[in-house]
């Protein structure tokens, strides 16, 4: 499989591990958009969200847990960014499931979290919130 992340899982792309089990692997961002950005990955190839098993996307989230607390036990940032992308529309780039976290400092200037609010139309809220309950297995 031509997959970058799971070249870093078989150890033939290097990587500063900073985490590893039977099913996750975290390592520190390449391209840290602060200090301390780290992946939490399966070690299983899945794509996103939609092709991952619970059972491993709940170890990727479990660890993620682990490692938000030590990050901040280690950094002492102000807040911490989640973030997981599915597709490339939502940005995904690498396409092996990744959760990013993003250690914050007040007044870091980074955009990742900056989103436009703008009140939504009630009725519409309602509406799709009943689409999602329907369709909820
Ligand atoms: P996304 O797919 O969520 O947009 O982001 C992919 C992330 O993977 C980026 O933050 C990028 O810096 C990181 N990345 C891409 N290639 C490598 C690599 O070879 N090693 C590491 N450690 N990170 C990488
Ligand atoms: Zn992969």
């Given at each position: 499989m031509d997959c970058i992340f799971c070249k870093i899982v078989a150890g033939e792309i290097p990587s500063v591990k900073v985490y590893e089990d039977d099913s996750v692997l975290a390592f520190m961002d390449i391209n840290p958009l602060n200090n301390g950005h780290l992946l939490i990955i399966p070690k299983a190839h899945a794509a996103t969200i939609h092709e991952i098993s619970e059972a491993d996307f709940l170890a990727v989230m479990s660890a993620t847990h682990r490692l938000a607390a030590a990050v901040r036990e280690a950094l002492n940032p102000d807040g911490i960014n989640l973030l997981q992308l599915n597709g490339k529309a939502a940005n995904q780039v690498v396409p092996h499931?990744?959760?990013?976290?993003?250690?914050?400092?007040?007044?870091?200037?980074?955009?990742?979290?900056?989103?436009?609010?703008?009140?939504?139309?009630?009725?519409?809220?309602?509406?799709?919130?009943?689409?999602?309950?329907?369709?909820?297995?």
């Open positions: 499931l990744h959760v990013h976290i993003v250690p914050r400092w007040s007044g870091d200037g980074l955009t990742v979290s900056q989103w436009n609010l703008v009140s939504g139309d009630m009725e519409r809220i309602k509406g799709v919130a009943e689409q999602i309950q329907k369709a909820l297995k």
